[in-house]
């Protein structure tokens, strides 16, 4: 089995969601259902010296996140159905939309916040890597639509080797939890 | 708040559980007691919490999307508890039919049917408390949920008896059984009430740190509800002050009225509790 997997190059990103707009667009997701999502982080204030100048030491950074295809995926794990599963071939992790039974338990279990409800299907729907566009040899969504070409899918072993095994950065659940295949670039106020 | 179908079907499968469980414990006192009509006093009693349970069957229905792949929930029983949950408590709404069946067949009440069917609930009850403890959710991520749980199922089984069991005691002119029943029903509630008050002093302490992206911390999700919380410990301190003026005090008039009353006291207060519990992790 190829495991693949995703790099973001958070020093990169802008934080402009063209990576969750073309996913949404893509699989005609409705409101609120969102496949992959950028987060913001701020910290730092603004403070007033002793001459009443104010300095600041504000520190801001995006993360664009989706399913991570994790080696170890507790959604998996914890699904009651089956319906959440790992493929063989790919290790990409998909839902079986004849098995879900819409319970949300994957909700509960995913530290990233991959599994999305639909309401109108009353049923759990999540990123599947485009693994449509993957057969026909085309880009997915997210990674076509980065204007400054922080996402690359890829098998995880060569993302790995290219770009190291980041996978933690700050405002980001530790990595043990669901060994995600995941590698990231980090932007300079968001190492640990 | 969204999980209100997870709330009714928690509070009303943990009072029908305990409910049975305090059957057995009054069955157990009168056993040498031949001339009892057993099956008489159980029997609307067995009614009441074999339709709890439904209550609650139906409120988890309610939870799912999807309602008609029900019974796909049962295909991961091995990894998921959830799967492990949703058997249990099937196995034990069939045993609860099972006994309530038995007693009116029989014309008498089985022993060995309410001992099973309360174990079964009880192993029930720690699935359901493991559901959420296993989750990343942090504030659920702690003993605190099987002590609330637990606790809640002390509480309502107890006062439920009271409200079925010990008001027919007393329509049969068996008073000094009722009030001897009612004060072991205090003391099973007030086992409860410990179990929950030592859960949530160990809470902040048992808890795992935050593990999803964008969770909050428990003191801000708490900070909204302190007048619930403090109100809920207000209704269960006057629902035990309620049981106790009728497991002590001679008066006897309004037992029943009474009784109902300390009942929906509890349910109120453990629904309050539930609610804030839900609420920290949605």
Known sequence: MTQLGFYIDQARCIGCEACVIACKDKNDNPVGVNFRRVYSFEEGSFTEDKNGSFIQNIQSYFLSISCNHCDEPKCVENCPTTAMFKREEDGVVVVDQDKCVGCRYCEWNCPYGAPQYNEELGKMTKCDLCIDLLEKGERPACEGACPVRAIEIGPIDELRAKY?????????????????????NTHKDASE | MNEWPLLIFTIAMQAAIGGIFMLWVYQLRCKDKENLDMFNLFKIPLVIIAGFSLVGLGASFAHLGAPTNAFNTLRHVGSSWMSREILVTGMFIGLTFITAAWAFYRKKVSPWLLLVTALVGFIDVYCMAAIYSNSLISPWNSIHTFMSFYGTTFILGSVLAVALLATALYRQKMELEAKQFTKVALIIAML??????????LLPVTMTEVNMIEASAITELLSGYTGMVTLRWIISILGIALLFFLAVSSYKKSFAALSFIMLLTFVMSEGMSRYVFYVLGS
């Open chain 2, 192 to 201: 409860g009430i410990a179990l929950q008050v030592i859960g949530t002093a």
């Open chain 1, 164 to 184: 190291g095994n980041v996978s933690e950065v700050k405002g980001l659940p530790t990595a043990s939890i669901t060994k995600p295949n995941l590698v990231i």
